[in-house]
């Protein structure tokens, strides 16, 4: 695989984990009206054999160096988010080791019930500009259960794949996630798509459990058209994978009310994607997404 060079990367991933904090913009703010009181609904994760709430809480807004808008929320305000998006339903996880999040997820499971949740997390298989170095799978593993205060990992997956070698370059991981996998340690396994080709290889690769996608109704930071990877999440959704949305609303770029309606509908009304993860840092937002899907899927 070439060197990896930086800018290279914010160009062609669109910000995929966490660009937004290291190229300035100026977003307007959502605005999140009444809402009336709702829970989100559980949904099958493909033929994973997982049930997983429709949204997962996630834990990467901005998410770069080891930091996010939600370890920024400090870890007595996480824990209580953590507790209120249980409540609404919200009882799944989205979270990974370059987001700094792990220790604030252990946090969280210490005030509610592990086998009451899904906890899904990402490893990086190459570095970043010094700051962050691969380690052996081993390594890396034992460190995010003990960070996550967890025996297993519900759903372990390989962060940002940018092409669709990686099969070829990252065998030694995937085939020591299997060997986890077989021991109970992991239950599903799959990878983070960065790319278009990295996606085509993803829904069709037999290893693959879960397709972790950038999906909305726009193409903002998307690795192709909405048309074009939404016709490949068919495809993974037909050979049975678990298919989880992010960047629905284009990592800060659809934050206007007809921007957020129209996109969860595009997502949610394909049938191609079975949940998706949502960055709230507030009780606010929580309420709005969980009132919107919810009142999008039942109508």
Partial sequence: MKKFDR???????????????????????????????????????????LNVSRIAFGTGTKGWKLESDQTHLGMKKFVEMSQYCFDKGIRFFDTADMYGSHPYVGAALKVIPREKVTVLTKVMTYGHEGWYETEPFAKSFDRFRKDLGTEYIDIFLMHCMVNGQWPTEYKS??????????????????????????MIEAASNPWVDVLFARINHNGARLDSTPEKVMSVLEIARKNGKGIIGMKVFGCGDLVKEDEREQSLNYVIKSKNVHCMTLGMDSKEQVDDNVSRVMRIVKS
């Fill in 7 to 49: 800018r290279e990367f914010l160009l062609k991933s669109a910000a995929g984990i966490g660009v937004a904090a290291v190229i300035p913009a100026i977003l307007p703010e959502p605005t999140f009206g009444a809402v009336i009181p709702a829970i989100v609904d559980t949904v099958a994760l493909g033929k994973t054999g």
């Fill in 173 to 198: 991981y995937m085939d020591a996630m299997s060997e986890a996998k077989q021991k109970g340690l992991i239950k599903a396994v799959g990878i983070s798509c960065h790319s278009l080709d990295a």
